[in-house]
């Protein structure tokens, strides 16, 4: 629930008022300037803003709509430098039955003022609604309830569980009473087929179908009757309307004949009723199977942790544990949450969390994930995130947002189904019309009509889509694939071109110092600490190289530098100051120092500042040559030209993985291209060893990102790999962005897929599983549509009874859902 002290949900009243709320506010003056604003907008008569409570009422002119201000009015808070706050919800809700009751939510949810868009999966049952910060749940879930259904709230621990499901769901008992209580009706018209009469007393066939029709089929009157009350129609108003023509047919016979009359259907109801119920049941069922992986991934937490506090060790829930507390975990338990290794070193199995098959070694100062499992060593930990912020939690919020979104090919059936219902009601007066008018029998036309009105069940059009995303992108979870959102797993498919970057993509990301020169005139020791203090807060590779060397040969005392920047694509630039020059210079103690600026970075960069490299350019060539990546280091006085001071050469070794991922992707038909900010001859000797199509090296950030769309411009469908905050751009530039899952929360976010342990191989399944799935969509929108085209038409033709409509009915969604299922299966192409 909503606890916040906004002000309650932005409503618009039958005054024409809209409540709004805005951040950012500090003063009188804030106050003005955001009415000025607001007042200064077409449709709008009246605006007061509160600072108190940091909410802006906006009374509207007669006839104007809150929705369509809602954008302009959020643009004139902004205009005058503040923001409307929005949320997201995710809603669980229940008693959806096809795809018309999931165009009837989506539009109750976009009515209420102040909703931004609503998005509703009829697989998973779940709604995700994106509005202004002050509208509370409860106003969601009144206007779900208004719809004819219901919701209740959803958070991070709930996101995954089985819908809370209604009684007829959430057991068979239901289903079995039915067709315990059908079968007397249907077993007679199986004895026809032997010339035997079995035929029951009319009133007992009244007695036997009247609860079925209206206590077991309650629901389809109760929600066919709210599809109504919307001016809409679903599955449940079609099986409604048809099998009461059905029960109600039968009974005016049975009071114009008496009890032993014929042309009863009492059967065709409740055998009708029996079937969707049994449909529906199946369905639910398989439901629960999609969401198989969300349930394998939360079913990682343990429930408690060894906690050492005050020096004893005590076992408590998950909920108390905080921020660097001390866990003990032995060998064989799970790892409570994240976490950092104290004391201790074990193996540590994170393969269902990471995908990867092969325990990963822990040593003190390495970090663990909540969920996997420790090994053979007895750890000692301090937890490092929790709840939400939790590596588990972050992957479950992925995983259920892929979910829930629709794919771009959902748009078409959601257009399809929105006028599906309308146009089967039509077909099916047209068919009562027909067979009365032509042939006078208007008790058979009554029939005919009935099936057409059962077979037309839209519920596998609304389940097509949704089911087999939910697979996938299941499947791919558990691979160590995470899909972000449902258009990156459909558009991977259609990649023919991936860009990787080089390092931590291609390569292991863990470069070495394996080679340092100083120029002639200038001290090692000093120039290699002058490397170190220069790279002292940075995180990058490169910097914990050449720190690492610094330690390796026994350089401790770094200089004291100032104002150090970065200098993106380029290297990095501090100052020396004279004291601290001075302090260090024991040759010439007398001799007076100036502040020295120290340069550290790419050949590109030495040249743009002009410094001559000739000292030390024949052996940078050769190092080159071999596939090094080469750095400078400069050094200037206040006014002088920067002279070379030392040559620095790292070496990154290829992943094992990489050269298979290229092979791969060229037997799937994709070419590679290789994007570095690396020299030219140290890209060019990786992309040799990996067989790589393409290389283009000595870029910038920002060239990435222009190549990218250079490529996507020549009609080329890009996917893009990368690790760094350098290669957000491009990933966000491109088709479809994969980011490795060691790299940064920025290219994660950036990302339309996220590869949880590096693996480079991951492209190439990425890409078959995108196919497969898509694959499992038009499959399903084939069968979906295949029945109604097949089926509406026989049954208009009187060429099936409601029994074997609804039997064919109920299949066609279990069909739908079973073939979606198939897709756990996939194995990734090797």
């Not at 919800?89 to 229940?94: F, T």
Request: with cysteine; charged share 20%; net charge neutral.
């Amino acid at each position: 629930m909503n606890t916040s002290n906004t002000p309650s949900t932005a409503a618009q009243d039958s005054m024409g008022e809209l409540v709004l709320p805005v951040e950012g506010m500090t003063c009188a003056s804030c106050v003005a300037r955001v009415e000025k604003r607001l007042a200064g907008v077409p449709g709008v008569q009246r605006a007061e803003v509160n600072l108190a409570t940091e909410s802006a009422r906006v009374l509207l002119a007669p006839g104007q709509s809150a929705s369509a201000l809602l954008d302009p009015l959020r643009d004139a808070v902004a205009r005058a430098g503040y923001q409307v706050p929005e949320r997201e919800w995710r809603l669980r809700v229940s008693g959806m039955t096809c795809a018309s009751c999931v165009n009837r939510v989506e539009r109750a949810l976009k009515k209420l003022p102040g909703v931004r868009a609503a998005e509703v999966n009829l697989a998973s049952e779940t709604a995700t609604v994106r509005a202004l910060a002050s509208v509370e749940v409860d106003a969601l879930i009144a206007a779900v309830a208004q719809a004819g259904y219901q919701a209740a709230p959803l958070d991070d621990e709930d996101g995954g569980a089985p819908p809370a499901a209604l009684p007829w769901q959430a057991s068979g008992w239901p289903v079995l009473l039915a067709a315990l209580l059908s079968l007397p009706l249907a077993l007679p018209m199986v004895g026809l087929l032997w010339g035997e009469h079995w035929m029951l007393d009319g009133w007992w066939q009244l007695l036997l179908a009247t609860p079925v029709q209206f206590w077991l089929g309650g629901r389809f009157y109760r929600a066919g009757w709210a599809a109504l009350k919307d001016r809409s129609g679903n599955m449940d108003l079609l099986v409604a309307l048809g099998t009461s023509a059905a029960y109600g047919l039968s009974v005016y016979e049975l009071l114009r004949e008496g009890g032993m009359s014929h042309a009863l259907y009492f059967e065709s109801a409740a055998v009708v009723i029996t079937l969707v119920l049994l449909g529906k049941w199946l369905e639910a069922r398989a439901k629960r199977q999609t969401l198989s992986a969300i349930q394998a991934l939360k079913a990682l937490r343990p429930e408690t942790a060894r906690v050492l506090r005050d020096g004893q060790e005590l076992e408590l829930p998950l909920a108390q544990l905080r921020l660097r507390d001390r866990l003990l975990v032995r060998p064989g338990e799970r790892i409570p949450a994240d976490a950092r290794v104290l004391e201790g070193s074990s193996q540590v199995d994170e393969s269902l969390i990471s995908g990867e098959s092969l325990p990963v070694a822990k040593n003190p100062g390495d970090l663990v994930i909540g969920g996997a499992v420790n090994g053979e060593g007895l750890l000692t930990l301090e937890v490092r995130a929790l709840g939400a912020e939790s590596t588990l939690s972050r992957i479950v919020r992925l995983v259920e947002s892929a979910q829930a979104q629709k794919a771009p090919i959902q748009r078409l059936v959601d257009q399809v189904s929105a006028v599906f219902v309308p146009v089967v009601l039509v077909i099916a007066l047209a068919t009562l019309l027909a067979w009365g008018l032509m042939s006078g029998d208007w008790e058979r036309a009554l029939i005919h009509a009935v099936a057409v009105l059962v077979i037309a069940c839209p519920c596998a059009l609304g389940l097509a889509t949704p089911a087999a995303i939910m697979v996938g992108t299941g499947v791919a979870a558990r691979r160590g694939l995470l899909i972000k959102d449902a258009q990156a797993l459909e558009l991977a498919r259609q990649v023919d071109l991936v860009v990787f970057d080089k390092t931590g993509t291609l390569t292991e990301g863990k470069p070495t110092l394996q080679h340092f020169s100083a120029a002639p005139g200038v001290d090692a020791g000093e120039a290699l600490a002058h490397c170190a203090a220069l790279q002292a807060g940075s995180e990058h590779p490169l910097a914990r190289a050449v720190r690492d060397e610094a330690a390796k040969r026994g350089v401790q005392a770094l200089p004291a530098l100032a104002d150090a920047r970065a200098l993106a694509g380029r290297g990095v630039q501090a100052r020396r100051p004279a004291a601290e020059a001075q302090a260090a210079a024991s040759s010439a103690p007398q001799q007076a120092l100036q502040d020295l600026t120290l340069m550290l970075g790419s050949s590109r960069w030495m040249a743009e500042l002009g410094v001559d490299l000739a000292p030390l350019q024949a052996r940078a060539d050769a190092l080159q040559a071999e596939g090094h990546t080469v750095s400078w280091l400069a050094a200037a006085e206040a006014g002088a030209v920067p002279r070379v001071q030392a040559l620095l050469a790292f070496g990154d070794r290829a992943k094992p993985q990489s050269a298979e991922a290229v092979a791969a992707l060229k037997h799937m038909g994709v070419r590679t291209l290789m994007l570095s900010g690396d020299n030219a001859r140290a890209a060019a000797a990786v992309a040799t060893q990996l067989g790589l199509d393409e290389v283009r090296a000595e870029l910038l950030p920002e060239d990435k990102a222009r190549i990218v769309a250079e490529l996507r411009a020549e009609g080329r469908r890009v996917a893009m790999v990368g690790d760094g905050i350098n290669d957000a751009p491009a990933l966000a530039a491109a088709d479809v962005g994969m980011a490795m899952g060691g790299g940064t929360d920025v290219a994660m976010e950036a990302a339309g897929i996220t590869l949880m342990h590096g693996d480079p191989r991951l492209v190439a399944e990425a890409i078959a599983l995108s196919r497969a799935t898509v694959r499992k969509i038009r499959q399903n929108l084939f069968w979906a549509f295949f029945y109604n085209l097949l089926g509406v038409p026989a049954a208009a033709l009187g060429l099936l009874s409601p029994v074997i409509a609804g039997a064919a009915m109920a299949l066609s969604s279990v069909s739908v859902l079973g073939n979606a299922l198939l897709l756990k299966r996939w194995r990734a192409p090797r």
